[in-house]
């Protein structure tokens, strides 16, 4: 390769780095909750894990889904900002809000909806008793989450991604406190149990919005993108139509996901309880790929509209070498410290060896999963949504899913099979995506 095409890759992989760094850890934190929760929820007792965990592979689907949604509103910004139009974003930034806020109440009534139809598939009954005011009470984490990642969207556009990652982390650090007067009580009174983990994250995410949004309003720094605007039905609408593709990509994603967790209640409330554990440190270790495909979607998207279509390539396949990269060493990690952290979550036997055999086949997953991941983002940013979104859908139900049931059940490698199968999947859909960037980005620069 010549030596100015050496700089290049290295320079556009450095850049895309910088900007996904600050992306995966406002991310991570936002997944930390759910950590926290899992921690917290662990004195509970078993039934209380698994109610959480059954919570969390429904609130998958969801959050896949609006995040999808609001990611797409970021991308435009992001290729506003490199045409520099600050009033375009502005007109973004208003709509997109009131759109979230919209969007993510009528999920949350989605969500509460659906709670009847887990007694007909197949969940332990005395999980199901416990878990219904936890259902809801996280149901209504939807509203805030949804807004939260329209302003972090716009603070990664305009190449302040820090800004959105701060306002992320302020929800985790006080969703700890929240915690632990909620669950557990506090002087002579016993606390809401289950029910406060729901509560304490509603609170937490709340109070992250409402300081990212502030911020926004009041800030000398963001004064050229809250320009004066109007509320556009239609631009809502543009920005509906154009983002649900991409939705339904991560609802796919999501809820095939989802359903390995419905998988796991087969085996009864142990293996939910281990894929609560699994679960919760695999949603962080997620982020590293989904703060790439931020990262470069919006890089992406800031080269197309500042006119710049030769370092579209570049961008892309820097991207999937760091990521590939990165989810190695995190593979490499699982599987030094899958038992010390099945143990650290649980006093379960049955519950920690479950735990550590799914560790060992989510570690073999991670490279796939960053891949397809990153090149998902990549599409994004040329606005290649429809068919990249058929791809995912393909790849995770008519394959994945039945795959996960062959190996888990019918070949009885029990609950890692599950999984083992779900990551054949991934790789399918990790081939097909690259391929697909690989046909579309402008091949001269490369």
Same mark, same amino acid.
């Given at each position: ?314 961008? &892309? ?10 989810? @190695?060493?995190? !593979? $490499? =990690?699982? /599987?030094? %410290? *899958? ?74 490698? &029990? ?10 999947? @991934?790789?399918? !859909? $990790? =081939?097909? /995506?690259? %391929? *697909? ?10």
């Amino acid at each position: 390769m010549p030596s100015h095409a050496h700089t290049s890759f290295t320079s556009e992989a450095l850049g895309t780095v910088k900007l996904a760094v600050p992306i995966v850890v406002g991310l991570a934190s936002s997944t930390l909750i759910g950590v926290v929760d899992t921690i917290m929820i662990a004195p509970l007792g078993t039934q209380a894990m698994a109610g959480a965990a059954l919570t969390t592979s429904a609130l998958v689907i969801l959050y896949s889904a609006l995040y999808g949604l609001m990611t797409v509103i970021g991308i435009e910004m992001a290729n506003r900002f490199g045409a520099g139009d600050t009033a375009a974003i502005s007109r973004l930034v208003r709509n997109g809000s009131v759109l979230a806020l919209i969007i993510g109440a009528l999920t949350a009534l989605l969500m509460m909806a659906a709670f009847p139809l887990l007694a007909h598939l197949g969940q332990p009954q005395a999980v199901l008793q416990i878990m219904q005011p936890y259902w809801i009470s996280m149901a209504f984490v939807l509203i805030p989450f949804t807004a939260l990642y329209l302003f972090k969207g716009l603070y990664d556009a305009i190449e302040r991604p820090w800004i959105g990652t701060a306002f992320a982390m302020l929800g985790v650090v006080v969703n700890v406190p929240f915690n632990w007067v909620l669950i557990h009580g506090v002087g002579g009174w016993g606390g809401f149990g289950l029910l406060g983990a729901g509560l304490a994250s509603f609170l937490a995410e709340a109070a992250a919005l409402f300081a990212a949004s502030l911020f926004w309003r009041f800030s000398r720094s963001m004064r050229t993108v809250r320009q004066p605007s109007k509320l556009s039905l239609k631009l809502m609408l543009a920005q509906l139509r154009e983002g649900s593709p991409v939705a339904l990509a991560y609802t796919g994603e999501g809820s095939s996901y989802a359903f390995i967790g419905i998988m796991l209640g087969w085996f009864g409330a142990s293996a939910l309880a281990a894929n609560q554990i699994v679960g919760s440190i695999g949603a962080v270790i997620y982020m590293l790929p989904l703060g790439m495909a931020a990262a470069v979607g919006i890089r992406i998207g800031q080269a197309s509209g500042g006119a710049a279509p030769h370092r579209i390539r570049v961008i &892309g396949i820097s991207a999937f070498a760091t990521v590939a990269t990165w989810m @190695l060493m995190v !593979a $490499a =990690l699982i /599987l030094l %410290l *899958r038992d010390p952290i099945a143990s650290a979550l649980s006093d379960d036997p049955a519950v920690i060896a479950i735990a550590s055999a799914m560790f060992l086949t989510v570690a073999l997953m991670q490279l796939a999963d960053g891949v397809q991941s990153t090149a998902l983002g990549a599409l994004r940013g040329l606005v290649d949504n429809r068919i990249p979104s058929l791809i995912s859908l393909i790849a995770y139900w008519p394959v994945a899913l039945p795959l996960a049931y062959l190996f888990g059940f019918t070949l009885g490698l &029990g609950p890692a099979g599950v999984w083992a199968g779900y990551g054949i999947g @991934l790789a399918l !859909a $990790a =081939l097909a /995506l690259t %391929l *697909r960037f690989l046909k579309r980005s402008p091949k001269h620069a490369a």
